[in-house]
């Protein structure tokens, strides 16, 4: 087994008394892709967002690699190396579909390191690279506001690729998208196992069978149930408090 | 540099300075010396872009940076001045000082009025200059660190803003021993570089502040040609984006407000240079409204946009105020504009003008294509 | 010190005046409208010419007053702010154009005096209004002489802030502004009619600022700019009190003007004022969300 990635300890939140988050504790190894399973209300987006620093927990610790980045603030967490696609798609919607690429290289966030006018060209080639694999290329020189919402969500995946996160949180990289659409977003997430750490919130059963290799169960705040999929799915728990008492029907 | 200059922007720019380093050559120094002011606005006018634009910030409060600017040279300049000199003491002393003074006090800044040895470094020239420069740019930069640093954003920034430089205003009016309340500063001497006095009424003054406005905008254009400018485009975009990409976006955000404001403190100082007063009237709302105007309607998108905005405006205005029954007028007019273009033209001029320019560079393009077709 | 604390309850009414008709816009749609000053300078010249060509006094030119302005904002509403929907610091500056239209619009007498006709009462000049004789001289409370007009001043405003509550939490208006507050969205597949309602909402705004201007032509003078100034005063107390807040906006007006009259009486007037723009900043710095709300999840 490869080293731990992402390690979460005890981490809970507690919103006025409602637990939203209660004691999770898991290792994601490094280059594996966990998918995180629940139903509304589970704490599957509360969790990504304790993990990035957008809510402070009040219980536990968050790991990435060995460190602590425990409750800092959010360009800190990215910076030690965790990546973050939202729900909704957000892309910078005023910049070229190339300039957005170009931002998402931060390997040097400081401002004064940015007052130059260009990339190098191992950089420049970096993006062009990214552009091919996410589909854009020919798009590089269109404004982000104008893509369509297949094309923003690959914008995004390719900002966090360049972007170098090594844990890479996506909280549900197919909503709202057409059947082709999700299969070319399960190519790109496949090609991003194993090089990155990825934990994905996922709801399409159809979907996270393409791309699971373990699955965490969360219901009510705490982790119900850990393994691959087919022993999630035959995990009496699981079927109840998930899938309804009759299981996949 | 192939984004910086790729088209015609470097030939805007280009044509603009090469236009206003001409104009000594078809005007007096009467009308010169106006023009100067409106060059001062556009300054004004591109700092206000710098923010508006590039970062989405609004700041309804770019006149306290302006004030700062103008009243730190005017303080300069009124100890130079000859009304400064005749109180019987070794060192310049300014006339209001003196009638504000209690009686009995002593003729000294150490001491004359409560807080006037605030005045003394002030005495150099250089002392006003550097400090309108630097004094607004670090004020601005550690408001921006609070301000962004709370993640306050959009109509909260706007309204801090402003009632920092209404605050600012009180304060100046109530201190009036030490600024001279409603009356401002004014009789101020000239200030002198290498033995040369900059006298309003000259071309030499006029092309020292052309030369620094074009020196402002091609920085300043550079600037935000940087990847720390398309970072801040991006933080404008999506700040939260920026964030978990690993971006400071506060610092980001701090820093060219910090530069916007150094801008406009330049501005400032050059203005008093030129116009020799400086007036609580500059921290007032419809003051620092106004730019906003000025950005708006040449193109808040464009540092050179917003810049021609406000001078054009400006000569415009002077032009129609020459009829004093369109004085009224005006306003009403600026308002009906200011109005159309909020709806109709949000990019002002500028993206009119960009609009054109790429319609007019696709157009051959397209013709050519069209012509392979027709071959085929 | 009970005059201080009057003097401070007379600033507060007239700081919630200003601020009812902005809670009511701002809070329910979101919309910084910098012409509501400017609405309160029209309700006050509305009281001028009632007075002037109608001979009627100030009680009866608040509701023509109201009507007259609550027209003038569903214009304005019509033609521009509906445009800008989406697009806060932009109606902000729409709205500023707009404020400049109006001033210039009473300064020019709507453009007649270019054709050499003025209108008595209109034109840049100073207007005062009479206060009704029963409103006039001092009335005693406590020991203490105190301004009638002061006092009606106060009790009108209690009578108005009480008005906008019921209308916004007992009528069915009310309840459709709410719901929009909420999720506009949402709202609107539940089919209310948003952009109706929010026409609504935006002339009750401006009725309400045309009424506040009725009540202080009592008492100041009446100039076309006399409103360029009360639109900040307006926002400072709706921000300080929490956006969407009709309570928040209440307490924030008592507080920020007997703030504003304790530190007027150990300084001065300026200082008072500069100390209250002091407090309104701290506040969004410290509490962006304002003084009175309630945080929730």
């Known amino acids: 087994m490869n080293a731990v990635a992402l390690e979460l300890d005890g981490l809970a939140v507690d919103f006025s008394g409602f637990r939203a988050v209660d004691g999770v504790s898991m290792a994601v190894a490094h280059g594996e892709l966990r998918v995180l399973l629940g139903a509304n209300g589970a704490g599957k987006t509360t969790l990504m967002d304790l993990i990035s620093g957008k809510t402070k927990s009040t219980e536990g610790r968050v790991y990435v690699h060995g460190r ?74 269109t404004e982000a506001g104008v893509l369509s919402h297949g094309q923003t969500q690959w914008l995004e995946l390719g900002m966090l690729m360049i972007q170098n996160a090594s844990v890479i949180l996506l909280d549900e990289p197919t909503a709202g998208m057409t059947a082709g659409e999700t299969a070319k977003t399960a190519e790109i997430i496949n090609r991003l196992k194993g090089k ?44 109840a408090a998930y899938l309804g008492k009759q299981g996949i029907s | 540099m192939k984004t910086l200059f790729s088209s015609y922007h470097v030939w805007a720019y280009l044509a603009f300075a090469i236009v206003i380093l001409a104009l000594p050559l078809i005007g007096d120094e009467f ?85 006037s040895w605030l005045w003394i470094p002030f005495q150099s020239q250089w002392v006003g200059l550097i400090v309108a420069v630097v004094l607004p740019a670090v004020f601005a930069y550690i408001m921006g660190r609070i301000i962004f640093g709370q993640r306050i954003s959009g109509v909260f920034v706007s309204i801090i803003t402003l009632a920092l430089v209404l605050l600012t205003r009180l304060i100046v009016t109530d201190a009036q021993p030490l600024t001279n309340g409603f009356n401002g500063l004014t009789d101020l001497g000239w200030f002198t570089v290498f033995g040369v006095e900059l006298d309003p009424y000259s071309k030499v ?27 801040l485009q991006a933080t404008r975009d999506s700040d939260t984006r920026a964030l978990y990409l690993g971006y400071d976006v506060p610092a980001y955000q701090s820093f060219f407000f910090a530069v916007s404001a150094g801008i406009a403190g330049l501005a400032g100082m050059l203005y008093v240079i030129v116009a020799e007063f400086a007036s609580p009237s500059f921290l007032e709302l419809s003051f620092s409204v106004t730019m906003v105007v000025w950005a708006a309607v040449g193109g808040r998108g464009s540092i050179l946009g917003a810049c021609i905005g406000a001078i054009l405006i400006n000569m415009l205005e002077a032009r129609v105020s020459e009829t004093e029954s369109l004085v009224e007028a005006w306003k009403l007019i600026i308002g009906f504009v200011f109005v159309i273009v909020v709806i109709y033209l949000p990019k002002g001029l500028s993206g009119l003008a960009h609009d054109l320019m790429s319609k007019l560079q696709s157009a051959p393009k397209l013709s050519s294509v069209q012509k392979e077709e027709a071959h085929q | ?91 902000l500056l729409a709205t500023w154009g707009i404020a400049i239209i109006l001033q210039q619009a009473i300064r020019l007498e709507f453009g007649l005096s270019f054709f050499g006709i003025h209108v008595k009462g209109l034109g840049s000049g100073l207007q005062n209004v009479p206060v009704p004789q029963a409103l006039q001289g001092t009335v005693s409370i406590f020991g203490q002489d105190l301004n009638a007009y002061r006092i009606f001043i106060v009790a009108m405003t209690l009578v108005l802030a009480v008005a906008t509550w019921a209308v916004m939490y007992r009528t069915s208006l009310g309840m459709k502004v709410r719901a929009i507050i909420r999720n506009p969205g949402m709202a609107a597949a539940c089919g209310i009619d948003v952009k109706r309602t929010n026409a609504i909402t935006f002339a009750l705004g401006s009725g309400l600022a045309g009424v506040a201007g009725v009540l202080m032509a009592g008492f100041k003078t009446v100039a076309p700019d006399m409103g360029a100034t009360m639109v900040v005063d307006g926002f400072m107390v709706v921000v300080t009190g929490g956006v969407g807040s009709l309570f ?35 506040v969004i710095l410290i509490k962006p969300a304002g003084l009175f709300t309630f945080k929730g999840r």
């Open chain 2, 31 to 115: 009308w010169l010396n106006r023009v100067a002011k409106y060059l001062c606005y556009g300054m004004l006018g591109a700092a206000v872009a710098l923010t508006w634009g590039y970062a989405g910030i609004l700041n309804l409060g770019q006149g306290l940076f302006f004030g700062i600017g103008a009243y730190a040279m005017a303080m300069s300049l009124k100890l130079k001045s000859y009304t400064s000199m005749q109180q019987g003491s070794e060192t310049p002393v300014p006339d209001f000082m003196l009638w504000n003074a209690e009686p009995g006090a002593p003729t000294d800044l150490c001491c004359i009025t409560p807080g």
């Open chain 2, 205 to 231: 003054t006029y092309m020292v502040v052309a030369v620094a406005l074009i020196i402002v905008l091609a920085l300043t254009r550079m600037l935000v040609a940087t990847r720390a400018g398309t970072i």
């Open chain 1, 68 to 141: 602590d980045v425990t409750n800092q603030r959010e360009h800190k967490i990215a910076r030690a190396g965790v990546g973050r696609k939202f729900q909704i798609p957000s892309v910078f919607s005023g910049l070229t579909v190339r300039q957005n690429l170009e931002v998402a290289q931060s390997g040097q966030p400081g401002v004064f390191a940015n007052l130059k006018m260009r990339l190098d060209t191992e950089a420049q080639e970096r993006l062009d690279e990214t552009l091919d694999l996410i589909g854009l290329t020919d798009e590089a020189e």
């Open chain 3, 248 to 282: 928040g906006t209440i307490a924030a007006s008592g507080l920020l003007g007997e703030f504003n009259a304790l530190v007027a009486m150990v300084s001065n007037d300026i200082i008072g004022r500069a100390a209250v723009f002091a407090v309104v900043i701290c």
């Open chain 1, 196 to 239: 990155h750490t990825l934990l994905v919130v996922e709801h399409d059963m159809a979907f996270v069978r393409d791309i699971a290799e373990r699955i965490t169960v969360l219901h009510l705040g705490k982790v119900l149930a850990e393994g691959n999929v087919a022993f999630i799915e035959n995990h009496p728990d699981v079927k």
């Open chain 3, 1 to 91: 010190m009970f005059d201080v604390l009057f003097i401070g309850l007379s600033l507060s009414s007239i700081l919630l005046l200003v601020a009812l008709g902005l809670a009511v816009t701002y809070g329910a749609m979101g919309i910084i409208n910098m012409a509501h000053g400017e609405m309160v300078m029209l309700g006050a010249y509305v009281s001028v010419l009632a007075n002037i060509w109608l001979g009627a006094n100030l009680l009866v030119a608040i509701p023509i007053a109201f009507v007259v302005t609550a027209l003038i904002g569903l214009l304005i509403e019509r033609l521009v702010v509906r445009r800008l929907y989406g697009r806060l610091l932009d109606t």
